[in-house]
């Protein structure tokens, strides 16, 4: 599992939530980076929680740890090139989704992640960081 990893949000959720395959590909990992997108969404999520507090305070120690990558005029091209590849299949994903896939593609690393939409995609590689 060693590599550069950009976190989908699902992958995120299991490190916050000490799935054990998630901490071990973490660990493993050269380098990560979070993108933007998919801390608005850690936000949102922890926002709409029962436990706003103490999941704001997760989110925070593990944004501490790890650089967070925002977007860029190259990665709107990425994200026009997903979206038409997306729509000439018929196959669209959800808008923060192919920004993170447009991150993945612009900078040539892996997308840790187990959603199984971004199969639909050429040019991006993935890893569910699955149980072994």
């Known amino acids: 599992m060693s590599g550069n990893y950009l976190l989908d949000t699902n992958i995120v ?4 939530s000490n799935d054990p395959s998630a901490v071990r590909g973490l660990t493993a990992a050269d380098e990560v980076l979070i993108p933007a997108v998919v801390l608005g969404e850690l936000f949102y999520g922890a926002m709409c ?3 706003v507090e103490a999941n704001l305070q997760r989110i925070s ?3 501490s ?3 967070i990558l925002d977007v860029d005029g190259s990665t709107a091209v990425h ?3 997903v979206r038409r590849a997306l729509r000439a299949k018929g196959r669209p994903i959800p808008d923060n989704d192919v920004w993170i896939a447009a ?3 612009q900078l040539g690393w892996t997308l840790a992640t187990r959603d199984h939409h971004f199969d639909e ?3 991006i590689i993935t890893d ?3 149980p072994m």
């Open 65 to 67: 740890r790890y650089a």
């Open 128 to 130: 569910a960081w699955r």
């Open 103 to 105: 991150l993945a593609m």
């Open 13 to 16: 959720i299991g490190v916050l």
């Open 49 to 51: 929680s029962n436990n």
């Open 61 to 63: 120690e593990l944004v």
């Open 121 to 123: 995609l050429e040019g």
């Open 79 to 81: 994200y026009g090139q």
